[in-house]
């Protein structure tokens, strides 16, 4: 079993910065992926950003420029440096790990308000 644990949610201004990080934990032995999903009040699970073990990243158009995702793989944790947030970033943010299966964390809450 491999556990994911996030951190780093919380309340920001509009146009300011939070860095999320997830860590991932147990039986790992080569994670194939590690990314960021979330969930708005009323709205469906969407992709935000995705890393391969390789380095290879994958953005959301509506982050790109904006976020930024990076892996150290020697920690197994991933980051999300989110920059310029706006109020439509306001969601639940949930990593994933991809070792075999798909491992989930219970999300973190993010808040972009004035």
């Known amino acids: 079993q491999v556990q994911v644990v996030e951190s780093g949610g919380g309340l920001v201004q509009p146009g300011g910065s939070l860095r999320l990080s997830c860590a991932a934990s147990g039986s790992i032995f080569s994670i194939a992926a590690m990314g960021w999903h979330r969930q708005a009040p009323g709205k469906q699970r969407e992709l935000v950003a995705v890393v391969a073990d390789g380095g290879g990243t994958h953005y959301a158009d509506s982050v790109k420029g904006r976020f930024t995702i990076s892996r150290d793989n020697a920690k197994n944790t991933v980051y999300l440096q989110m920059n310029n947030l706006k109020p439509e970033d306001t969601a639940v943010y949930y990593c994933?790990?991809?070792?075999?299966?798909?491992?989930w964390g219970k999300g973190t809450l993010v808040t972009v308000s004035s």
């Open positions: 994933y790990a991809v070792q075999g299966g798909t491992y």
